[in-house]
């Protein structure tokens, strides 16, 4: 029976446009390899999150004497429970999108797609048994994988991708972390609080590049401070074996180093899974291994789309489902409540990071008039009675009519916090759309009102 739409990805792309095409009314057929959930439930987001919050125990443990607690010091780690832990929140994240999917009668077929031509899709089971499946339109939603650098060394034992690091079974003493962007810090700052003595290696001037720069010198000292040892503008050059250790062996503005440690993460960026799909059979076009789409996630082929990481966009989550749910609506001819402008992204570390909108920097070279304000959580109650005052809401406006557009956080909570902000500049709203909607007392949200408040000097609690 031909279907309306044939998905190959199961990922947070694949399985949003699969429930909401079938939510709209289509016949769905929804095609993965792997597991639900994709890179995001199983070896992305979710373990990663998982594991963040070890390191948030660990981390109120080693200042739990502030709190008056006292004979719990000598703590001991069990690698086992960790991994146990982090397994059982993605199988029940991963059972309950097979639910909502069987509920919503989306066909899922265990195994690897292939696009025969534009209306027809080969799924090789993993039972070996082949099926081709007529479609109307086809999504390809294959995701990304990281990317290994041609750097020599790079497949020696030790040396890993954050899917294997992730299943680690012992805490390296000392990891070497090849790659200073979001991946590479948040695994740095969760060994970090395990135990491991870790090094960064990044080949641009600073570590997460696009940061807004308070956030991201801010951020620099405090993983120093809690003994992360990052090395800026420095270039991997080659891993080698030396005595039962791996070598790091990399240049930076003043010459040569090398650096002893026991495990090597490469975290330098994901490529689009595009491999087996025949794309050049039937003609996609693509640019550096990303397929190219319009507007409407539609390839150069009629019918066939693609969304999410493989489209090579902003790689977030988030970004993909927006993506899967538009297209679908896109697909059954549904209106589509897409808004691609407003995306933010965070960094789950401590002290944890989000960003909307536009950083102070861009501003500048957009030459935009613009404003910026800043509250420091260390006056604000919540934040204080947590025991976590570090950080600050940043918020830039336009300097004429103060409206929103940049909100860049660090502090407790800041992924949670970032969605006031997104909500505003996505609906224009100013300072004082914000400032005259009362904020619950006593919250981490007053920060952010507190900072918009300081755009036209009305803020009460900073001077
Ligand atoms: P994926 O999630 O990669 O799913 C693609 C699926 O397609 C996979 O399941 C794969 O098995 C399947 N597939 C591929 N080829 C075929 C084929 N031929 N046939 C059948 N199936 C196929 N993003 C966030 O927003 N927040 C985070 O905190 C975050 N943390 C991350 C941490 C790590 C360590 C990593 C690696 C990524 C993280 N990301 C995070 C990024 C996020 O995981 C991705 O942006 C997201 O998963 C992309 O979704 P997708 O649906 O495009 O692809």
Redesign the pocket.
């Known amino acids: 029976m031909e279907k309306d739409i044939v998905i190959?990805?199961?990922?947070?792309?694949?399985y949003v446009a699969a429930i909401r095409g079938a939510q709209l009314g289509g016949k769905v057929t929804l095609?993965?390899?792997?597991?639900?959930?994709?890179?995001?439930l199983?070896?992305?987001?979710i373990?990663?999150?998982a594991l963040c919050k070890n390191a948030e125990v660990i981390s109120t443990l080693k200042n739990i004497e502030e709190f008056g607690i006292k004979g719990i010091e000598n703590y001991s780690i069990d690698v086992e429970k960790i991994q146990e832990r982090k397994q059982n929140v993605i199988d029940q994240l991963v059972g309950g999108i097979h639910t909502v999917l069987s509920a919503y009668g989306v066909e899922i077929l265990r195994?690897?797609?292939?696009i025969l031509n534009k209306n027809l899709v080969k799924a090789t089971l993993v039972t070996g048994e082949e099926r081709e499946i007529p479609a109307k339109n086809i999504i390809i939603?294959?995701?990304?994988k990281?990317t290994l650098p041609p750097i020599p060394g790079i497949h020696l034992n030790g040396v890993m991708t954050?899917?294997e690091l992730?299943s680690f079974k012992e805490i390296p003493k000392r990891l070497a972390i090849i790659g200073g962007g979001?991946?590479g810090i948040?695994?740095a700052g969760i060994f970090n609080a395990l135990g491991s003595e870790v090094t960064v290696f990044e080949f641009a001037p600073s570590i997460l590049i696009k940061l807004d720069k308070d956030i991201s010198k801010r951020l620099t000292t405090s993983l120093k401070k809690d003994g992360i040892k990052i090395n800026t503008s420095t270039g991997v050059e080659e891993i080698k074996e030396s005595n039962g250790s791996l070598v790091i062996v990399a240049k930076d503005k003043k010459g040569s180093i090398e650096v002893e440690v026991d495990q090597v993460l490469v975290s330098v960026g994901?490529t689009p899974?595009i491999e087996?799909?025949n794309l050049e059979g039937i003609g996609i076009e693509l640019d550096r291994k990303r397929i190219q789409v319009n507007d409407r996630f539609e390839t150069n082929v009629k019918g066939v789309y693609a969304?999410?990481?493989?489209n090579g966009g902003m790689?977030?989550?988030?970004?993909?489902s927006h993506e899967?749910k538009s297209v679908a609506e896109i697909i059954m001819d549904a209106p589509v409540s897409e808004d691609r402008g407003v995306v933010p992204?965070?960094i789950?570390i401590s002290p944890e990071i989000s960003t909307v909108g536009i950083t102070e920097e861009e501003a500048k070279e957009q030459g935009i008039d613009y404003k910026t304000s800043k509250f420091m959580f260390g006056a604000n109650g919540k934040a204080l009675s947590m025991g976590e005052p570090q950080g600050f809401v940043k918020v830039i406006s336009t300097g004429e009519n103060n409206r929103i557009i940049g909100v860049h956080i660090m502090g407790p909570h800041a992924a949670d916090l970032i969605h006031e902000g997104a909500l505003a500049i996505r609906n224009q709203l100013t300072a004082d759309d914000i400032a005259s909607t009362i904020h619950a007392h006593p919250t981490l949200g007053e920060a952010f009102v507190e900072a918009v408040m300081g755009l036209t000097n009305e803020a009460i609690h900073m001077v």
């Open positions: 190959i990805g199961g990922g947070p792309g694949g095609i993965e390899e792997n597991a639900l959930g994709g890179t995001c199983n070896v992305g987001c373990p990663t999150k195994g690897r797609g292939t939603a294959t995701g990304a990281p954050s899917n992730l979001v991946i948040e695994f994901r899974v087996g799909l969304i999410g990481d493989v790689m977030l989550a988030h970004e993909a899967g992204s965070c789950f």
